[in-house]
């Protein structure tokens, strides 16, 4: 099979999945087909690399880390294949985990801010013997706009959640690829 569209974990690292929700925002439904999206939950798995597992089982934050979070999982996927956010659209990500508690403060916008997201996020990283064990975080801010494969988002600004849990491995979804690495996955994780 085509490597670029066959990847794999890359060894060491973590896979995490990401479920994301429009919390609300949007006007009433006018059928059932359109209750629906608006009440869909958006799935990816995120990729964390051996070197980012080991910083993060020690109470780092690597700056490749946060990047790829916020460039291929901080998006609203719940009716869609979302545009991802270019390196640029990062107006602010900082975070720090202290005691094992993860708090960190990020703002995208596209140039033409037509599009963007405020959040905070707030969880848990614990690790013993140097590896990852439990690590659940939860992003919660205001997005607003869409793209063109996630139309018909809530007017305006509009909460958004992301949560992110260690997956375990043991559910075939674990082993699906993340949605920002399709056909390249050097430029996902790097």
Do not use: C
């Not at 994301?20 to 629906?36: Q, T």
């Not at 939950?41 to 597992?53: T, Y």
């Not at 509009?158 to 690495?181: E, N």
């Amino acid at each position: 099979p085509d490597a670029r569209y066959n990847p794999k974990l890359p060894k060491g690292g973590l896979v995490v999945r990401v479920t994301s929700k429009v919390l609300g925002g949007y006007e009433e439904p006018e059928n059932e087909y359109r209750r629906i999206f608006q009440t869909s939950l958006g799935r990816d798995n995120l990729w964390i690399s051996a070197d980012e597992h080991a910083a993060l089982a020690k109470g780092q934050l690597l700056p490749s880390l946060l990047k790829r979070l916020a460039r291929f999982h901080l998006v609203d996927n719940t009716r869609g294949e979302p545009p991802m956010w270019r390196e640029n659209e990062i107006q602010k990500f900082e975070g720090k985990i202290t005691n094992g508690q993860l708090r960190a403060t990020v703002q995208l916008k596209t140039a033409k801010g037509d599009r963007g997201y405020d959040a905070q996020l707030l969880g848990n990283v614990e690790a013993k013997n140097g590896k990852v064990t439990r690590l659940d975080v939860v992003a919660k801010g205001q997005f607003w706009g869409e793209g063109t494969y996630t139309r018909n988002a809530p007017k305006g600004r509009f909460p958004l959640a992301i949560a992110f849990t260690l997956a375990d491995g043991r559910d075939a979804v674990d082993t699906i690829p993340p949605q920002g690495s399709r056909g390249w996955l050097p430029g996902y994780i790097r």
